[in-house]
């Protein structure tokens, strides 16, 4: 799989995909690549992670936090993710943890970091 990140834009295998924002982070689990982007402090974007397959078609975009957990009051954009085991997460600027669904972008579970 070739992957190419240019600002805002991810290239795989030859297919141009741009975004709204630029791209902070991507990495890929099987044959997806999880696309996570930076949001300006200005800016009330939320739900910033995106996968794609290596025929560049989009699989998900992860699912809104207020939607997976109510509950919470301010919800903001994800910083930073990561995969381990097979499993992706990704913090927000409050050291909150997310738990991804690989195969369909659904908020598993949630924790703090500290």
Not at 53 to 81: C, H, L, R, S, T
């Amino acid at each position: 799989m070739e992957i190419q990140i240019n600002g805002n834009t991810l290239t795989l295998n030859g297919k141009a995909i741009k975004f709204r924002h630029n791209i902070r982070q991507f990495k890929t689990i099987d044959n997806d690549v999880i696309v996570l982007l930076g949001i300006p402090n200005n800016d009330d974007t939320l739900d910033n992670i995106y996968c794609y397959g290596v025929n560049g078609i989009i699989k998900w975009q992860v699912q809104p936090i207020k939607e997976a957990f109510p509950e919470m009051k301010q919800v903001f954009p994800f910083e930073q993710m990561s995969i381990n085991n097979d499993e992706i997460t990704a913090t927000d600027f409050y050291g909150r943890r997310f738990f991804i669904n690989k195969v369909n972008g659904n908020l598993i579970k949630k924790d703090i970091v500290k």
